[in-house]
Structure formats: structure tokens, C-alpha cells
């Protein structure tokens, strides 16, 4: 099943239309949507490995305007679709006493998630509904997207070949260490 998977997602990487669906995802990954762009990003890479940064710039422009959609849901439609994007991520509870001290670390946090499997758009939701100075959030925002998708491009540019192998040949380790690092982002949220 993984290997199937696996290569419908390959062959994904290599349709023409690829790199606007990362965008998008990278887009509504920022904002509401639960599963990172990586997804998509390393096989793209992978499939692509003369395109590695640009393919990465792509990623990180389309995450950082996602952030501002996070930031803008956050900031004017909390109690509609902000509360429940937070309580889906475990958030809702401590959101009160969080508040008050969000903005003395809040450039911090916006480094920590948009470089970590931590949920991003639990913090572009935060920035907004807690006011966070807008043009701080963007800049670490862009600051941060940017090392996490250049520092995976480059790696992949540099050892493309070598890793799509070792992927391929340990792919049941390779996903159950992603869902590690996925439920590790989902659990840092509710217990942090």
C-alpha cells in the first residue's frame, strides 16, 4: 500500500501541474489544512532536483501569503473559523492565558513553527487574534518558511539521488518517521 502511494505521488511530482498544487497546499497548509507541504515538496525535489530552489521559493512565498491568511483569520474571523482551527490542534482551552504573554515571545514562536513539525497556522492564528505587530510576523515568518523548504532543497539538490534510493528502500521507515514528526508537531501543540 505504501509503495503504491508512494508512486502515485511520484508521478504527481512529475505532472505539469505540480508545482501549482504545492502552492496551494503550501498556501492552505499555513492557515487550516493539517498536513505540511513536504509532502509534496521532497518528491517534487526529488523529481526535479535541477528546479530544487526554485521549487523551494515557490513553497515559501505560497506559505508565508498562507501565513497572512492564518494571520487575517486570527485577526478579523477568530470566533468563526479561528476558534475552530485551534480547537482541532488542542489549542482552544489555553488560548486565554497564552494571550497574554503570546506577544512578548510571539516572534520566537512564529521561528519556532514555521521551522519545526509544530503547526504553523496554529501560530499565523495566534499572531493575528493576539495582535502581533503584522510586519514582524511576516518578516520571522519568511525568515523561518525560508530555512525549513531551502535547507530541505538544498539537501535533496546536493544528495538527491542517494536519499531517493535510501527512501525507497526503507519506506516503511520513512513514513512511520514522518508520522512521528507529524503527531510529535500535533502533541507539542496540546502539551506546550
Known amino acids: 500500500m505504501l509503495r503504491k502511494l508512494y ?13 501549482w ?14 498536513i505540511p507541504p513536504d509532502v509534496l515538496l521532497i518528491p517534487i525535489i526529488l523529481a526535479r532536483t535541477h528546479m ?27 470566533d468563526t473559523v479561528g476558534q475552530p482551527v485551534l480547537a482541532f490542534y488542542g489549542m482552544e482551552a489555553k488560548f486565554d492565558t497564552f494571550r497574554s ?8 514562536a512564529v521561528l519556532f513553527a ?16 493576539t495582535d502581533l505587530n503584522f510586519a514582524a510576523f511576516m518578516g520571522y515568518s519568511l525568515i523561518a518558511r525560508a530555512a525549513r523548504f531551502f535547507i530541505v532543497a538544498a539537501l535533496l539538490w546536493k ?12 519506506l516503511g521507515l520513512m513514513f512511520t518517521i514522518a508520522c512521528v514528526l507529524l503527531i ?9
Open 114 to 129: 514555521g521551522i519545526t513539525p509544530f503547526p504553523y497556522k496554529v501560530i499565523t492564528i495566534l499572531s493575528g487574534a
Open 7 to 19: 508512486d502515485r505521488t511520484l508521478l504527481l511530482a512529475e505532472h505539469r501541474h505540480a508545482l
Open 101 to 108: 504573554s503570546f506577544n512578548e515571545n510571539g516572534a520566537l
Open 52 to 78: 530544487a530552489f526554485r521549487i523551494a521559493a515557490i513553497c515559501t512565498v505560497s506559505s508565508v501569503a498562507g501565513g497572512a491568511l492564518g494571520y487575517a483569520i486570527g485577526a478579523m474571523l477568530f
Open 159 to 170: 544528495f538527491g539521488p542517494p536519499i531517493k534510493t535510501f527512501i525507497e528502500k526503507r
Open 184 to 192: 510529535g508537531g500535533f502533541m507539542a501543540v496540546k502539551y506546550l
Open 21 to 34: 498544487l504545492l502552492a496551494l497546499v503550501a498556501f492552505v497548509e499555513s492557515s487550516v489544512f493539517p
